[in-house]
């Protein structure tokens, strides 16, 4: 640091990970963003970071409580679910219309197979989102990190 700004800009990807999460952690923000931010990291950092420094972030009462981690998932995987349903609708239209022009087959939309879809993607959001959201927050990050 050189007159209240960084000396170097020459550092690794990891390195300027590491910078920022100093950064960040000195100004002691309310809310941390951390989607994927060990990924990056070497094996020994990861451990610091999942062993010392989110448990001491933790104590200062920052973190995500089991309840927030379950909507989180919920909401993701609904969101996900439900894109995907609609571009199924809007890609099975579209096909329908292409072979009803190539062969001369008359084609319909059908609001209820719409509607059946988006069904479909919303329960498969809710029943493939639910289990990993009850599991995450009981996950010492360290072993689900094995698997990784």
């Keep these: 640091m050189e007159n209240g700004a960084f000396s170097t800009t020459k550092l690794s990807k990891g390195q300027r990970k590491r910078l920022a999460l100093l950064t960040v952690y000195l100004q002691d923000r309310p809310i941390y963003v951390f989607d994927e931010w060990a990924a990056d990291q070497d094996p020994l950092f990861k451990e610091v970071f999942y062993r010392q420094i989110l448990p001491e972030l933790k104590g200062r009462g920052k973190g995500a409580s089991p309840k927030d981690i379950l909507r989180q998932f919920l909401i993701e995987g609904i969101t996900l679910c439900l894109l995907g349903g609609f571009m199924g609708i809007v890609v099975g239209r579209g096909s329908s219309l292409l072979v009803g022009r190539l062969l001369g ?42 698997y990784e």
């Design 105 to 146: 087959w008359p084609t319909q939309p059908s609001l209820l197979a719409a509607l059946a879809a988006v069904t479909v993607s919303v329960t498969v959001g809710l029943t493939f989102g639910y289990y990993p959201a009850l599991k995450a927050p009981r996950l010492d990050p360290i072993e689900a990190l094995r």
